[in-house]
């Protein structure tokens, strides 16, 4: 008995051993795999779209999982390729694309892209350029975010003695108007705010405020800088961050965070209970103004922009659809992705269930959209917009170098173009890294 | 060997295996990875030390060193303090003491994440309630700490939030204390001993092991902070908050440099073994075992 028991835990152990080592099992060629982001308020939407796909493509599954993905980093899915595993369809938001293509992660769906009747200009062209890199199709884009809209309250701007249907149109008049907005009690403490200019965290407030400047933050590659060239200490966002440390020392910066600390786009956002008059608005987040603030008088206009700025100012975000590398492109994979993307349906989905834009231009939906007087304004940003945040293989790094510039100005006092300045060399650096690995790379693949 | 002994064995396999699998081989590979650049989706090729070189120059690295020596240093001794001293007010005879115990443990069980969200209310300069605590004992205005949003009091606001989890200490305190037998208080008591003495010669030397326990695990767990700053602040306002775990993530997984992050990774084991080596030599004349 007991040699038998042994020779079974041999037999067990072995088994456990090799199982490594087997083949992986091949797919089920009628289930698609797709690993998406979002928290759980969008479940029911996805459902919609995955049994809306499931009907209208009879005989094909789709599987969808969440695997978080906080815009510099998606550890779930990196590991899951690194191993040589992962979906056949990931969401990935547009500003990684550059990154990712670049770090092998994805896969070439031009060919794909070519075969499928879709072209190029039948997205936002901001949305189309961060699905190519180096001339290379690696997704396909699904949602378009104008960042931002202007909002204000209107009883808010009549206490203080502002015409409520006239917006500022300059820094100048956005200055004035936050000056007469702001209510600080006598030991400094802020009761009430004009608006707070880096509510946006981090690089995203200084990538609105720089293109409102005018200024820019990379530029186009060319035959010297194949990737590009970091521009973060270009003039005019320089003038854009010095803006900000100005409004930080006249209100305290400290103070101003302690102020609207709550958490951004939650109920309790001080724009909300009437204690902050502006606000910059996410189109997500007009679902939330008929949540949390359904009788308040608001007007809904465009970002200020000095003299020699940009006006209409705006950069587009949003997600895309993608194939991780290691699995090869398959046809109802891309199939899904098309539908999602481009669909009659599936945009009806996005723009209803979702409240978000399509990158798709040509969808129904934008009729719909410009008889809106919300919505048609954040249209009206998307059509005149021409910024994403930048298109770089080393963009984790550049936000997080320059939300630490703003920390080093705003905080530390430190000035803005020798914090910028810093930013540029050190995003430089690592950007000539990358181009190294990929020639070195590209050198491999001759050989 | 004895058949017995390979039986045994064969029983513990999976343990065996998957200890060697999952912990000891990674471990290994780490060390490899820390000599090499590997971007995490790209082989791995070897650099030699630079890695280690470049930690040298890092600003950002030195800047996160200092930051985690600041919160070991206060957060071990505040929360032992806490905690013994919570331990000592649950070692009370009085009515629904069982309770309070669990109470007091219970912040210990609360996830990581639900804890953090609780504590940005907590910490909200304006309407949080500790500022509210502050100002119902009248302080002025100006002295209301900013916490997260000013980065002098964002650390000191992650210290004060870690004590939330002395119950956990306490419990084993609290198991100490009772172990404690009474005849030696008693004997203390009729050679004159008052209540501060008998504490100090008595409880501290008695409990001592547990005390050094605690101290050594709230200093490697202390070392390895990460998730209420990863929740809580990115590691902001300023990098006030962070900390070597946070910055050795970010090189890993945003900044596609796994090389980097796994020769941090050594090095803070390396701080760890050294720092557990110190306490434990410092502490061998003041720990007293049982015979």
């Known amino acids: 008995m007991r040699r038998k028991a042994r020779w079974a835990f041999a037999a067990l152990l072995a088994v456990l051993a090799l199982s490594g080592c087997l083949p992986k099992p091949t797919p089920d060629p009628h289930v698609i795999t797709v690993w998406q982001p979002f928290d759980a308020s969008f479940q029911p939407a996805l459902d919609h779209l995955v049994a809306e796909f499931e009907r209208t493509h009879p005989g094909i599954h789709v599987k969808m999982s969440f695997a978080s993905n906080d815009l510099t980093s998606s550890q779930k899915l990196f590991l899951a390729i690194a191993g040589g595993v992962g979906p056949d369809v990931t969401f990935v938001d547009g500003q990684q694309l550059s990154e990712w293509a670049a770090r092998g992660a994805l896969a070439d769906l031009t060919g794909s892209f070519d075969k499928s009747g879709l072209k190029p200009e039948d997205f936002w062209t901001p949305r189309w350029k961060e699905s190519t890199f180096r001339g290379r199709v690696y997704a396909i884009p699904w949602g378009a975010d104008p960042n931002f809209a202007f909002i204000w309250n209107k009883d808010m701007f009549r206490k203080a003695g502002l015409n409520p249907d006239k917006p500022p149109r300059t820094i100048d008049e956005l200055d004035r108007d936050i000056d007469k907005l702001t209510v600080v009690d006598s030991q400094g403490f802020v009761k009430q705010l004009g608006m707070n200019p880096w509510e946006w965290t981090g690089a995203n407030s200084l990538f609105t405020w720089g293109y409102a400047f005018g200024g820019n933050f990379y530029a186009e590659p060319d035959t010297t800088h194949p990737l590009g060239t970091v521009t973060a200490d270009n003039p005019k966002v320089v003038a854009a961050l010095e803006w900000m440390a100005k409004f930080g020392r006249k209100y305290d910066v400290r103070k101003v965070n302690a102020f609207s600390s709550q958490v951004v786009g939650l109920g309790n956002n001080p724009f909300y209970a009437g204690k902050s008059a502006i606000r910059l608005l996410h189109v997500s987040q007009i679902k939330d103004l008929k949540k949390y603030a359904p009788t308040m008088d608001i007007g809904i206009g465009l970002i200020p922009a000095p003299p020699d700025g940009e006006y209409p100012t705006g950069w587009i975000g949003g997600w895309s659809l993608a194939v991780p590398r290691n699995r090869e492109v398959r046809p109802e994979a891309f199939e899904f992705i098309k539908w999602v993307c481009s669909s009659r349906e599936a945009t009806e989905i996005e723009a209803t269930d979702m409240e978000q834009f399509p990158a798709y231009r040509k969808s129904q939906v934008f009729d719909r959209i410009r008889q809106d007087p919300v919505r048609g304004v954040f249209l009206k940003i998307l059509e005149n917009s021409k910024h994403v945040r930048t298109l770089m293989p080393v963009q984790g790094y550049y936000m997080d170098q320059l939300g630490r510039a703003m920390d080093e100005v705003l905080y530390g006092g430190a000035s803005a173009k020798e914090a910028l300045a810093k930013v540029r060399v050190a995003v430089s650096s690592r950007l000539q890294s990358v181009a190294d690995e990929l020639s070195h790379h590209a050198v491999e693949a001759n050989r | ?291």
């Open chain 2, 1 to 291: 060997m004895k058949r017995r002994t390979w039986t045994g064995l064969a029983f513990c396999s999976p343990l065996i295996l998957g200890l060697l699998a999952f912990t000891v081989l990674p471990v290994i590979a780490s060390f490899w990875f820390s000599l090499c650049n590997y971007p995490i989706l790209d082989s791995p090729r070897y650099v030699g030390a630079a890695n280690y070189v470049e930690m040298a120059h890092d600003d950002r690295f030195w800047h996160s060193v200092q930051n985690t020596f600041v919160f070991v240093l206060a957060s071990v001794p505040l929360g032992m303090i806490v905690g013994l001293g919570l331990a000592l007010l649950m070692n009370q005879r009085v009515p629904g003491i069982k309770v309070f115990r669990t109470l007091f443990f219970l912040p210990t069980v609360v996830p990581l994440v639900a804890n953090s969200v609780l504590w940005i209310r907590m910490l909200d300069p304006e309407s949080g309630l500790i500022n509210s605590f502050l100002r119902f004992l009248h302080l002025p205005e100006g002295w209301m700490p900013g916490w997260l949003s000013d980065e002098h009091w964002a650390m000191p606001g992650l210290i004060l939030m870690s004590l939330w989890g002395a119950g956990g200490g306490a419990i084993l305190y609290l198991a100490a204390l009772q172990d404690v037998p009474s005849e030696l208080f008693e004997a203390a008591e009729l050679d004159g001993a008052g209540p501060v003495q008998r504490f100090k010669n008595v409880t501290i030397p008695l409990i001592s092991p547990v005390l050094l326990f605690t101290g050594v695990m709230g200093l490697i767990g202390g070392f390895q902070e990460f998730g209420r700053a990863f929740v809580m602040t990115s590691g902001g306002p300023w990098d006030a908050t962070l900390f070597y775990c946070l910055h050795l993530f970010n090189s890993a997984f945003t900044e596609f440099r796994l090389g980097y992050a796994s020769a941090m990774a050594w090095v803070l084991f390396a701080v760890i073994l050294l720092s557990t080596i110190i306490v434990m030599r410092a502490s061998q004349k003041h720990v007293q075992y049982e015979q």
